[in-house]
């Protein structure tokens, strides 16, 4: 195993057809001379996870896969999800990027009750953002008159403008549970 070239040597091991789940990995790299006794495996899918993270999945607090059609067609993001089941079977991390929404997608496949448990924490740093300047606004100046005559609470403002960005969360966050359907 190459060290600086890890992702492209995993993914061709875990392309092989003679690539077995069962049969416990080996880690060598290339120019050391340390044999495997338990330790260069656990290091070995810590590096490569870290890789995988930055090479197919955005964002910044909960990840996501970056979705494009080279990739649902190529298969990458299947053998990324092997690549991730293979670390835990082997005794090495797991993957701890996803919002509990889509940890809860991956493990129930129910896309309805996944959506129902998105937060404002599942939201990119830009969404965040945009909701902490319309939520400035929106205390400051209200131009609707329903808001200025306090039909609705304050609360009630900010509970509006959650559900308006939740929508749009949720139809972009669509797309990408729809890719980790078909990877996992």
Same mark, same amino acid.
């Given at each position: 195993?190459? &060290? ?6 995993? /993914?061709? !091991?875990?392309? $092989? ?9 080996? +880690? +060598? ?5 340390? $044999? ?7 290091? *070995? !899918? ?15 607090? *909960? ?8 990739? +649902? %067609? ?31 997608? /991956?493990?129930?496949?129910? *896309?309805? $009750? $996944? %959506? ?10 830009? @969404? ?7 939520? =400035?606004? /929106?205390?400051?100046? @209200? ?10 609470? =304050? ?6 403008? *959650? ?12 797309? &990408? ?8």
């Amino acid at each position: 195993m190459d &060290e600086d070239d890890i992702l492209n040597d995993a /993914l061709a !091991y875990y392309k $092989a057809s003679k690539f077995d789940a069962r049969k416990k990995l080996r +880690v +060598v790299y290339q120019g050391q001379p340390a $044999a495997d006794t338990g330790g260069m495996t656990p290091q *070995f !899918y810590t590096q490569l996870l870290q890789e995988i993270s930055q090479q197919f999945f955005h964002d910044d607090t *909960f990840k996501t896969p970056i979705y494009n059609s080279n990739m +649902v %067609v190529s298969g990458i993001m299947k053998l990324v999800g092997t690549v991730i089941t293979h670390s835990i079977l082997q005794g090495g991390p797991g993957f701890p990027v996803f919002s509990p929404s889509v940890y809860h997608y /991956l493990a129930t496949g129910d *896309f309805d $009750a $996944a %959506v129902q448990k998105i937060s404002v924490n599942d939201c990119t740093v830009s @969404t965040k953002h945009f909701i902490d300047q319309a939520s =400035i606004l /929106l205390v400051s100046y @209200t131009p609707w008159p329903l808001l200025q005559n306090n039909i609705y609470p =304050i609360h009630g403002k900010f509970q509006m403008l *959650f559900c308006l960005v939740s929508l749009y969360e949720h139809t972009k966050k669509a797309k &990408e549970m729809e890719v980790l359907k078909y990877t996992y």
